[in-house]
């Protein structure tokens, strides 16, 4: 399997080279990501560095860009498994910013472990703030999340409500608690003590099942084993969540009735008190990846994301014509 280890050596982001490093150009090809770069978009590529760890990181930006996207990935995911939102966002304009969580593709840290849901914050508050010192991030932007990015980016918006930053955020397939969480979370406790990972099982979580054995045979960036340092560092995360105030941002959240990940049902509702403002689009077929579901899916689940976004952005022929509500 190909081996991009040889990435972790880069510095800083940078712009692309023409020249192009081969590992990152076969690092590129290997997520479908090369086609994206055109006359009309440029790709900063590299390294930002936080207290902690070294995040890998992508700001792709077209010509004229009429705002920034940040987008957070899930557990176990990397950021070039996000080929397909990319493509749509770029094509609308949007300059997009996406990074490898800690412990996840390519960033520092241990494989899918984390000490503290609150180091997932202190991640994009960095990237932001280094982001805009280099004049990287115009505004206004916008927080897309899949599954765990949702839960850091809905804990952000909570807990800061007066920052101010965010337009918007479309939370895809929200995590709050997982599916089986009251069985799972008796059993982590029981196991907790003495074991500190278990085996993955690539389950399908997408209707689309190339892209199911693109995971399980072709993606080396793929964790193998579940931390439960993980799993105990979101139990402690839950709670704090529950017990932030809301918000009226404007936020979209989609979500598939057939996600055996998250437990969707019971997060939805939470959900809907702590962002009274949000629209919720269920989608009967999807299952749990939402931007990697089969392509007839995904299509409507990214019409419905293209009709929310269009709407924070002045100007846009799409624009409601009521302002939205902001915290």
Not at 80 to 108: M, T
Not at 160 to 187: K, T
Not at 243 to 261: K, N, R, S, V
């Amino acid at each position: 399997m190909t081996d991009f280890s040889p990435l972790q050596a880069l510095g800083p982001i940078a712009p692309l080279r023409s020249d192009g490093e081969p590992p990152l150009s076969d690092y590129l090809a290997h997520y479908g990501l090369a086609p994206l770069l055109t006359e009309h978009v440029g790709l900063y590529v590299g390294y930002l560095g936080t207290d902690r760890f070294r995040l890998w990181t992508q700001v792709w930006r077209p010509a004229q860009a009429i705002g920034t996207i940040f987008v957070v990935h899930g557990y176990f995911d990397h950021l070039g498994l996000y080929r397909h939102l990319l493509e749509r966002l770029l094509s609308r304009g949007w300059q997009v910013v996406l990074w490898d969580l800690p412990g996840h593709g390519l960033s520092s840290g241990r494989r899918a472990c984390i000490d503290d849901f609150a180091h997932y914050g202190e991640c994009l508050h960095a990237l932001q703030a280094q982001l805009g010192e280099r004049d990287l991030a115009p505004r206004p932007w916008v927080g897309i999340g899949q599954s765990t990015g949702a839960a850091i980016l809905a804990t952000d918006a909570l807990a800061h409500p007066d920052a101010g930053h965010w337009a918007g955020l479309a939370l895809l397939a929200p995590l709050v608690r997982p599916f089986g969480w009251p069985q799972a979370s008796w059993l982590h406790r029981l196991v907790g003590p003495f074991v500190r990972s278990v085996p993955r099982k690539f389950r399908a979580n997408s209707t689309d099942a190339e892209f199911a054995a693109f995971l399980r045979e072709q993606d080396p960036l793929q964790p193998c084993h579940i931390s439960l340092n993980w799993v105990e560092a979101m139990r402690r995360w839950m709670p704090q969540l529950l017990a932030l105030p809301p918000c009226e941002l404007p936020t979209l959240i989609l979500q598939g009735e057939q996600d055996l990940t998250v437990d969707w049902e019971w997060n939805l509702g939470v959900l809907e008190r702590k962002f009274p403002n949000a629209r919720i689009h269920r989608h009967p077929e999807a299952r749990h990846h939402l931007v990697n579901e089969a392509a007839s899916i995904r299509e409507s689940l990214f019409t419905v994301l293209d009709d929310f976004v269009a709407e924070l952005v002045p100007g846009s022929p799409l624009r409601a014509q009521e302002p939205l509500s902001r915290c």
